[in-house]
């Protein structure tokens, strides 16, 4: 057995992707036209699985604070901001992602995967307990396998298993992390924040949230589901992305906790890392801004999902359990997912393909996330290629 021999695995995956048509995993753009088209082989192509749910890749402003930035600070840091020291525009980010969440203390990462893992292991180690819903995403439980903490899941959105677990750890209760997300990214449904809450203060555990789809997105300000529901002055720590609806790359954490100000001394992820580029900080700290200064972004947002939703819904197709800016419709089994996707994307609209075991119940999905800038044709167009799967 040599080492290389564990690989027949993937193999035998890539080729069964490749019989099927287009391995969804190579898919290449050629050219990006906007926020939501691309050209795929020659052919232009509708983006409805980017994430990108305000639209900002393309927005002017943003694109001229990344110019600026490259011009007057370079092209990168070269370092970590341990070894080689933090850039002013480290520390603004900082400054107004915490004001924007209304807390003191925030910390800035390189990616949201790495908040992720520099958050859970900065906070957990071996006998604490976390109790990680099933969905949860998978940077989540890479963070809590890395700090060697005991890990309990629990169903997905399900209060009672929740409680169950949480009276079942005795006194180990309060060494307990409990970690959901806001909105999940497979169905595109959300945590009933208000009720984990409640029974977070009943056992006084501790709650990190995970807002890396819901950022921009729910809540009056746009800080996410636990503004929605009314509970965000009481998640002990609030983690996401810049990656999705802020266009660009890197995580954060936000936290009433004075502790976080510490993780800078503990976190590997953190400390042994170069620290987010010049422009991708200040196109970041650009696309905030637009996030604050802009409803009308999530309006239409929520006008467009609200459109394609209804959509495939009156077409037959069994959705998500709730309107949002992600539509996953569900498939038969995973060939059938394989083979729409492929007549999808051949027909000129691109789709995530959500196959297991990393799915939730198992199950095959196409999913769809909507943007602030797709137009209503461009929308029409999708629902109109998914009416032709069943011809
Ligand atoms: C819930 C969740 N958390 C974290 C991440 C990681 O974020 P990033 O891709 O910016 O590293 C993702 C990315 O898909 C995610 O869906």
Redesign the pocket.
């Known amino acids: 057995m040599s080492l290389l021999d564990k690989f027949s695995v993937a193999k035998q995956l890539k080729s069964g992707l490749a019989n099927a048509g287009k391995d969804p995993t190579a898919v290449v753009f050629d050219a990006i036209n906007s926020a939501t088209e691309a050209v795929v082989e020659g052919r232009t192509t509708i983006l409805a699985g980017t994430?990108n749910y305000l639209g900002l890749t393309f927005d002017a402003d943003c694109i001229a604070a990344g110019v600026a930035a490259l011009q007057t600070q370079g092209t990168g840091t070269t370092g970590s901001r341990m070894a080689n020291g933090s850039y002013a525009a480290h520390s603004a980010l900082e400054a107004e992602l915490a004001e924007f969440f209304e807390v003191p203390n925030a910390l800035v990462f390189s990616?949201?995967?790495?908040?992720?893992l520099g958050v859970l292991t900065a906070l957990l180690g071996k006998g604490d307990a976390v109790l990680l819903d099933s969905d949860?995403?998978?940077?989540?439980y890479d963070g809590c396998r890395m700090s060697g903490v005991d890990i309990f899941r629990f169903k997905h959105n399900d209060i009672q298993s929740l409680e169950r677990r949480l009276a079942r750890l005795g006194d180990r209760v309060s060494r307990c992390l409990i970690i959901v997300?806001g909105m999940?990214?497979v169905l595109g449904d959300c945590a009933p924040l208000a009720e984990i809450v409640a029974l977070k203060e009943q056992y006084d555990a501790k709650l990190l949230v995970?807002?890396?789809?819901s950022l921009g997105v729910y809540g009056e300000h746009g800080r996410g589901v636990a503004e929605a529901q009314g509970v965000l002055d009481k998640i002990d720590f609030i983690?996401?992305?810049?990656?999705?609806s802020l266009g660009a790359?890197?995580?954060f954490c936000a936290s009433g906790h004075d502790e976080l100000g510490l993780f800078r001394y503990v976190s590997r992820p953190f400390m042994f890392t170069a620290s987010p580029s010049p422009a991708v900080v200040a196109t970041t700290r650009k696309a905030l801004h637009q996030l604050r200064t802009r409803p009308e972004l999530r309006e239409s947002l929520w006008s467009n999902a609200r459109r394609l939703y209804s959509g495939l819904q009156h077409l037959g197709f069994e959705l998500g359990p709730e309107i949002s800016p992600v539509v996953a419709v569900r498939c038969k089994d995973r060939e059938s997912a394989l083979r729409d996707w492929n007549q999808l994307l051949e027909a000129g609209v691109y789709v995530n393909m959500m196959l297991p075991p990393a799915t939730p119940g198992g199950a095959s999905f196409l999913r769809c996330s909507i943007s602030a800038a797709h137009t209503a044709e461009q929308l029409d167009t999708i629902i109109d290629r998914f009416a032709s799967l069943y011809d």
């Open positions: 994430n990616t949201g995967y790495a908040a992720n949860a995403h998978a940077s989540l997300e999940y990214s995970d807002e890396a789809h983690v996401g992305t810049f990656s999705k790359m890197g995580g």
